[in-house]
């Protein structure tokens, strides 16, 4: 069946520096992208998405882009803030546009 | 504009109880999905409806779990003789009529289930 493997967190790093989280999926077809992030007392919001092949997603500075060939959708920011501390889920959509959520990233962002 | 609401927030039921988890999508929202998020772990499909109609609900865990939704806009989520196992947050989300696939769907804050 549909499944997602995400890096394991928990990623700590210090403001301004880079950041990238690993996802990569198995899915049937060309499943829509997501990234999902929750932030500490607040529910599941949508960072981004994208939902074709080679599209970058785009958010806040976030970015990710779906690679068909490596079924992959890596997250990146280039320069992060102590307020992008949150648990980071990647997520393909699946069969009837259900969600195959990862296990979770969580990023600890340090002043 | 209104969120997906759920209610209530928190529910503490003792083994064998009943429960009924209520879900209230974004007005017009034709898709509703429930999911089940264990303390760690990322939130796991349970059932879909599209309206009135449940179209998937491969992800229920057991016979105890039922989810309805009778007229097309507020959700149940009913679990029989509750077990510590379903301790759990209970997630609700909904997602607009559009064609295709790339919808949001747009989560509720859930409802923290304990089972003693």
């Known amino acids: 069946g549909d499944s997602v493997t995400q890096m394991e967190g928990p990623v700590t790093l210090s403001e301004e520096a880079f950041l990238t989280i690993n996802c990569t999926y198995t899915?049937?077809?060309?499943?829509?992208l997501f990234w999902y992030v929750q932030y500490p007392g607040e529910g599941l919001q949508l960072l981004l998405k994208?939902?074709?092949?080679?599209d970058k997603g785009s958010n806040k500075g976030f970015e990710a882009t779906y690679r068909k060939e490596t079924t992959s959708f890596h997250l990146e920011k280039g320069s992060v803030q102590v307020s992008d501390s949150a648990v980071y889920f990647c997520?393909?959509?699946?069969?009837?546009?259900?969600?195959?959520f990862g296990t979770g990233t969580l990023l600890a962002v340090q002043p | 504009g209104a969120g997906v609401s759920q209610s209530p927030r928190y529910k503490v039921a003792k083994r064998g109880q009943d429960v009924a988890l209520r879900c209230d999508p974004i007005?017009?929202?034709?898709?509703l999905f429930w999911y089940q998020q264990a303390l760690g772990q990322g939130p796991e499909f349970l059932t879909y409806?599209?309206?009135?109609?449940?179209?998937?609900k491969s992800g229920l865990p057991s016979d105890r779990f039922f989810a309805e939704r009778p007229e097309g806009s507020v959700s149940t989520l009913k679990i029989q003789r509750t077990q510590q196992e379903d301790s759990a947050v209970y997630l609700c989300?909904?997602?607009?009529?559009?064609?295709?696939?790339?919808?949001?769907?747009?989560f509720g804050p859930g409802t923290r289930l304990t089972v003693l």
């Open positions: 007005s017009g929202h034709v898709s």
């Open positions: 899915a049937t077809g060309y499943p829509s």
């Open positions: 994208a939902t074709k092949a080679d």
């Open positions: 409806f599209q309206n009135e109609a449940q179209l998937d």
């Open positions: 989300a909904s997602s607009p009529p559009l064609r295709g696939g790339g919808r949001e769907q747009f």
């Open positions: 997520a393909p959509g699946g069969a009837t546009n259900k969600l195959i």
